[in-house]
């Protein structure tokens, strides 16, 4: 299997939240960095943060320092993206990504292995 699943976008007014999840069958996350992306239409798509197998290394795109959260709870095989203060800016599909690591720093220019099938998060008055 080796599947990630993303849940909890949606639609939410400008200032608002939403909290993403990520969760993996098949196999186990705790061996694992995990990584959010996103994507708009027309537009790269872009490292928005990871965070290291055991969770202790985390990092964030400049765009969303301040407001987003990522967190894992390998006990539910899950990572999260908690994100606050939403701008339209933030408008995208957001994808979760995995790649074997067991030690060391996680790192957004990096190949993932692992893709999920994405979630859309629309930031809209």
């Known amino acids: 299997q080796l599947q990630l699943v993303e849940s909890g976008g949606g639609l939410v007014q400008p200032g608002g939240s939403l909290r993403l999840s990520c969760t993996a069958s098949g196999f186990t996350l705790e061996s694992y960095t995990i990584g959010w992306f996103r994507q708009a239409p027309g537009k790269e798509r872009e490292g928005v943060s990871c965070?290291?197998?055991?969770?202790?290394?985390?990092d964030y795109a400049d765009s969303v320092k301040g407001r987003f959260t990522i967190s894992r709870d390998n006990a539910k095989n899950t990572v999260y993206l908690r994100m606050d203060s939403l701008k339209p800016e933030d408008t995208a599909v957001y994808y979760c990504?995995?790649?074997?690591?067991?030690?060391?720093?996680?790192?957004?220019?990096?190949?993932?292995?692992?893709w999920g099938q994405g979630t859309q998060v629309t930031v809209s008055s």
């Open positions: 965070i290291s197998s055991s969770g202790s290394s985390t």
């Open positions: 990504a995995a790649h074997l690591k067991l030690f060391g720093l996680c790192q957004l220019e990096r190949a993932y292995n692992y």
